[in-house]
DNA sequence: ACCTGAACACCGTTCAAGT
DNA sequence: ACCTGAACACCGTTCAAGT
C-alpha cells in the first residue's frame, strides 16, 4: 500500500480532529494509512515536520480567503482576515495549540508576510506599520482560539462572555484604533 | 532529603527556563531536588497537575502587577494590566505555551476574574463587557507572548518590526476601541 | 523505491519495599 | 510519612531486512 506526504498529513489532521491533539502518535497515524509506523519516516522525516505542515494548512486557508478581496478599505480587510484566521484555527480540534507550537518554514512566512502586508500597503500603510498591525491580529485571533479551544477554560468562560460577540469586539476595537502612518 | 510541593514547582519552573519547556520531564526535576523521579509522586499526583500550576503562577504575578493601582481610569488600567501579564508570561522560557497548554482550575479562574472585572465595573463597565474586554487583552497579550517565546517565529519577526513597539500600538489601538456600554 | 519487524532510548506512572 | 528500585506501557526514531 503506497503513500504520499499528502496522505500522512491529512491522516493526522483528521485523527486530531477526532481525539484530540494528545491522542496524535506516529503509530496511530500509520494505522489509519493502514501501514507501520516505520514507513512514515520514508516520507517524512519526523513528528515535528510533520506537524509544521499541519500547521501551515490553517494558515493557507486564512491566507486564501483573506487574499479574495483586496480592494476592499484596509480597515475592513483586516477585521475580515482577523475572523477568517479564527474561523480556521476553530475548523480543527487543536489547531490553535498546534499553530503555537510548529513554527513555519522561513521562507513560507516571509512570502505570507508579503502577501499579506500588500493590500495594506497599497493603500497608504508603510510596510513596518502593515505587518504590525497584522501581527497583532494574529495574536489576537491566535490567542483567543487557543481559550476557546481549552477544554475547560473554554466551559469556564462560555458561562460568562460569548465568543463570536467578544473575540468580533476585540477585534473592530483594535482595528478601529489603528490609524494611517 | 525532604521535598515539598513549592520546591517542585519552582525546581521545574528554574528547569524550564533554562533548558526550555520541551526539557521538562519528572526525572530531570527530580534530579535537581537530589530525589528519585517516583518520590515526586508522593507530593504530586500527575505532570499535567504541575504544570497547571507553574501556569498559575504566572497569572498570579500579572494579577498582583495589575491589582495594585485600582484607582486608575479604567483604560489606563487594562493597559497596565496589558503590559503586565505580557512581561509576566515573558520572564520564563516558554511560559506562554505552558498558559495555552495547562488550565487553571475552575475555582481560581472565577476568582480571578471577579478580581479583575471589579475596578472595571467600579468605573460603569458592566460586569459581562469587563469580561469580555479582558479576555481579549488576554488573548492578545497570550498570542503574542507565543510569537517571542517561538524561536524561529521570533527571529524571523524581529528582523521586520520591534515585539515592544508593536504590541502597544496593538493594545492602546483596542483600549481606545473600548468603550463603555 | 517503499515497507516490515525488531529494536533503542526515553518518558510518565505505579508499586512493593525500605526507613 | 516519605523515599528508593524496579518495573510497565507508551512513544519517537533507526535500521537491517525484505519485496
Redesign the pocket.
Known amino acids: 500500500?503506497?503513500?504520499?506526504q499528502e496522505e500522512i498529513v491529512e491522516a493526522a489532521l483528521t485523527l486530531a480532529d477526532e481525539q484530540g491533539l494528545g491522542?496524535?502518535?506516529?503509530?496511530?497515524?500509520?494505522a489509519r494509512?493502514?501501514?507501520?509506523?516505520?514507513?512514515?519516516?520514508?516520507?517524512?522525516?519526523?513528528?515535528?515536520?510533520?506537524m509544521r505542515a499541519m500547521a501551515q494548512s490553517f494558515h493557507a486557508r486564512a491566507l486564501a480567503v483573506a487574499g479574495a478581496g483586496a480592494a476592499k478599505d484596509w480597515r475592513r480587510w483586516l477585521i475580515d482576515y482577523g475572523v477568517a484566521l479564527r474561523r480556521a484555527l476553530l475548523s480543527h480540534q487543536g489547531s490553535a495549540l498546534l499553530c503555537a507550537t510548529a513554527r513555519p518554514a522561513p521562507d513560507t512566512a516571509a512570502a505570507a508576510g508579503d502577501l499579506l502586508a500588500a493590500p495594506l500597503v497599497a493603500q497608504g500603510l508603510s510596510r513596518a506599520h502593515a505587518l504590525s498591525c497584522l501581527a497583532s491580529i494574529n495574536a489576537l485571533a491566535l490567542g483567543w482560539a487557543v481559550y476557546e479551544q481549552s477544554e475547560a477554560m473554554h466551559d469556564h468562560l462560555a458561562e460568562m462572555i460569548g465568543f463570536d460577540e467578544s473575540f468580533a469586539l476585540g477585534l473592530e476595537a483594535m482595528v478601529s484604533g489603528f490609524h494611517v502612518d
Chains 1, 2 share one sequence.
Not at 491522542?23 to 500509520?30: D, K, P, S, T
Not at 494509512?33 to 510533520?50: M, R
Open positions: 500500500m503506497k503513500i504520499r491522542a496524535l502518535n506516529m503509530r496511530a497515524i500509520a494509512l493502514g501501514v507501520q509506523a516505520s514507513a512514515l519516516y520514508w516520507h517524512v522525516p519526523s513528528k515535528t515536520a510533520l
